[in-house]
């Protein structure tokens, strides 16, 4: 599908990189600036000398700390349980046949698409009736919620592309249905269970609204929140916010470059072939 | 194999309810429940008094007159759909656009356009509002400096008290995250034209031009159908943007449906008629993304 390069088509090339591109490199050469050179009227495009007080400024500020461990917390019991869960779901999904397997399947895409800026209000009535809200727990089960009908369809994927044959196998040659799902079929899924846990790990580190609403004392706000925090009523604090935004933004990148490809088409491709 | 088979697949066995049980348990709990209770918080009035106490007050569609009558509601609506409206068309034709002069690109620019759309892209949501606030901010914006040094006197400027300006920096925000999906969704797709299809045309004598719309667009179609779905649905419920840009309090001429609902609830704890709102934002919602529900509805179908 590739053709001859056109000049057109490079000049918007670099000028689409320049326009997108701008906000990162902007992010990353405040967050190195000294102080004097962030709070300028007349800021300059490269940083005259580099300097890491800022990071030193950022990770000194109260809750950082806090706020990470929070961060790691919930992003690992979110993974585990969602992926855990969702193993199990999409094998009976891809591998039986089951009433209201077709409603289930249904009411797995369309709940995708429910807003949450819609849903926060009773969800936040429900939380507080179950005192989950300001636990970690309470963020971290309603991250699953969220998460498991996208790893669910995924593994699903993954699973449709994994004959059958190859279980029949090993129940042939002796296995129970357990350990041929134990040991055949749960490597063959390894791929498939490593991105959609990186997947649920770059949502739940994310994440904003739910955790700004359900988490609102000071030793509960996960990184996106204490990010927030930057601004206060006396003004926002640009170096040290830029140095936070960039270690934030540190880890779903490079993770986010681990799959990248997979969701790409995979967004589509599930929605298209089903 | 039959037997076999069966014994993977046996009709009448309780294996498969037993393996989603769980999730489906934590799916009904945290979002089927809600969207239940958010029918009937509609109905209510519910306020700090009612959380208290437990007992809700029923309205009948009270808060439905109320909202339905007001004229505010109608402004927010209206600015809600013109929003999203602005924010899917600049992130679908910028996508698109990029999407097909990427195929045409000198393979460096390629790569580090690919490289660029991925960094952004991955950017946490509150990492890149931050980053653009911070871009646009009174004092030391860069954008204003470079304008000025162009020559123009913005002096300092807030970009946000003029609403139209607010809101194209918002949707530019909002545009600048979403274009990485789209184009690399677009050019994914274009890239899995099956090249026996485009030489066969180009045997049987047709020019590009016939070849794009006889085989490129069809197969393209079904793509852009999911991503415009898929951006009215993320468009329309935009919040953290606005809520974030405007300080966590934004003035009321930035109100959008999602806010409007947000603040009618959290801030003057009219849980009820917040809910009302949110209600009519689905239902707006589901009228837009009729199609898109629908295809879903089939592959589910398809599915079973």
């Not at chain 1, 490079?10 to 490199?25: C, D, E, Q, R, T």
Request: hydrophobic letters at 55%; one cysteine or more; a positive charge.
């Amino acid at each position: 599908m590739h053709k001859r390069s056109s000049i057109f088509a490079n000049i918007s090339g670099v000028f689409a990189i320049v326009l997108m591109g701008f906000p990162v490199y902007w992010m990353v050469s405040t967050s190195l600036k000294k102080r004097e050179e962030v709070i300028s009227v007349d800021p300059r495009f490269l940083p005259s000398s580099l300097t890491l007080d800022n990071y030193r400024d950022a990770f000194a500020r109260e809750g950082f700390a806090t706020s990470l461990r929070n961060s790691i917390i919930v992003v690992l019991v979110t993974v585990v349980i969602s992926l855990f869960l969702a193993t199990f779901a999409s094998v009976a999904i891809a591998r039986t046949k089951f009433r209201g397997k077709k409603s289930f399947i249904t009411s797995l895409l369309i709940v995708q698409m429910l807003p949450l800026s819609a849903l926060i209000i009773p969800l936040f009535l429900l939380l507080t009736k179950l005192q989950l809200t300001n636990k970690l727990g309470g963020l971290a089960i309603t991250y699953v919620a969220f998460i498991l009908p996208f790893t669910i369809w995924t593994l699903r994927g993954f699973l449709a592309n994994i004959p059958v044959d190859i279980e029949e196998a090993a129940l042939v040659d002796g296995c129970t249905r357990t350990q041929a799902y134990r040991y055949v079929l749960l490597p063959l899924m390894a791929p498939g269970l490593v991105a959609t846990a990186i997947f649920a790990f770059i949502q739940a580190w994310n994440e904003f609204l739910l955790a700004y609403i359900i988490m609102q004392s000071q030793d509960n706000l996960t990184l996106p929140v204490w990010l927030a925090s930057f601004t206060t009523r006396t003004g926002t604090d640009w170096g040290p916010l830029m140095a936070a935004s960039t270690v934030v933004a540190i880890p779903v990148v490079l993770f986010f470059s681990l799959i990248q490809k997979r969701i790409a088409t995979g967004v589509t491709s599930g929605a298209v072939k089903g | 194999m039959a037997t076999l088979s069966n014994r993977l697949t046996v009709k009448k066995n309780l294996w498969p309810y037993l393996l989603i049980a769980p999730s489906l348990f934590i799916i009904l709990l945290i979002l089927g429940f809600p969207v239940f209770r958010l029918i009937t918080l509609s109905f209510q009035k519910f306020g700090l008094e009612e959380i208290i106490s437990g007992v809700p007050v029923w309205l009948g569609f009270e808060n439905f007159r109320e909202l339905l009558a007001d004229p505010e509601f109608w402004v927010v609506l209206r600015r809600t759909f013109i929003f999203t409206f602005g924010m899917v068309a600049v992130s679908i034709i910028a996508g698109a656009w990029l999407a097909h002069l990427m195929v045409r690109m000198n393979s460096a620019i390629r790569w580090i356009l690919n490289t660029t759309l991925i960094l952004v892209w991955a950017m946490p949501a509150l990492v890149g509002i931050s980053v653009w606030k911070w871009m646009f901010s009174y004092e030391f914006s860069i954008i204003t400096s470079t304008i000025n040094r162009l020559g123009f006197d913005f002096a300092q400027r807030n970009w946000f008290t003029n609403t139209f300006s607010g809101f194209s920096i918002i949707g530019g925000i909002v545009a600048w995250g979403a274009v990485p999906f789209i184009t690399i969704s677009i050019y994914a797709a274009l890239t899995q034209v099956p090249k026996e299809l485009l030489e066969a045309a180009a045997i049987d004598g047709a020019n590009p031009r016939q070849i794009f719309r006889a085989v490129i667009f069809p197969i393209l179609l079904p793509i852009y159908v999911i991503l415009i779905s898929l951006s009215i649905i993320w468009d329309f419920q935009v919040f953290t943007q606005i809520w974030i840009v405007l300080d966590n309090r934004p003035p009321s001429e930035y109100y959008t449906m999602a806010i409007y609902a947000f603040e009618k609830s959290f801030g003057l704890s009219e849980y009820g008629m917040g809910a009302a709102i949110a209600l009519l934002m689905i239902f707006s919602l589901l009228g837009v993304t009729w199609f898109y529900i629908r295809k879903m509805v089939q592959i589910g179908d398809s599915n079973a």
